[in-house]
Nanobody, 121 residues
Framework: QVQLVESGGGLVPAGGSLDLSCAASGSILRVYTWAWYRQAPGQQRELVAQITRGQIRDYQDSVKGRFTISRDDVMNIAYLHMNDLKPEDAGLYYC???????????????WGQGTQVTVSS
């Protein structure tokens, strides 16, 4: 019963900053890749950032230099630090993770339920 829960969403002015967190709970053997996605109304869900176990980071071009993804492998938490937010950054932010549960062979991708980020101009 692995579960991912996002937190930290809210309303911020353009140019502001916001920190999102995603905590994985349950019996977890290993977390491989963490990723953050976002979805604006009427748009497809898009990958914002991801980070591998080897600390390799990948960002959507539109957020490079402004967002930073990080991970805590002791607490099984991923973070997304967002700077210089723009109205186009608004949307539902979802975290996902490729996880091997403690009592399961192989891994699967888990998803959180999303946290809302609103950017006012």
């Amino acid at each position: 019963q692995v579960q991912l829960v996002e937190s930290g969403g809210g309303l911020v002015p353009a140019g502001g900053s916001l920190d999102l967190s995603c905590a994985a709970s349950g019996s977890i053997l290993r977390v491989y890749t963490w990723a953050w996605y976002r979805q604006a109304p009427g748009q497809q869900r898009e990958l914002v950032a991801q980070i591998t176990r080897g600390q390799i980071r990948d960002y959507q071009d539109s957020v490079k230099g402004r967002f930073t993804i990080s991970r805590d492998d002791v607490m099984n938490i991923a973070y997304l630090h967002m700077n210089d937010l723009k109205p186009e950054d608004a949307g539902l932010y979802y975290c996902s993770a490729e996880i091997t549960p403690a009592d399961q062979e192989g891994s699967r991708t888990y998803w959180g339920q999303g946290t809302q980020v609103t950017v006012s101009s």
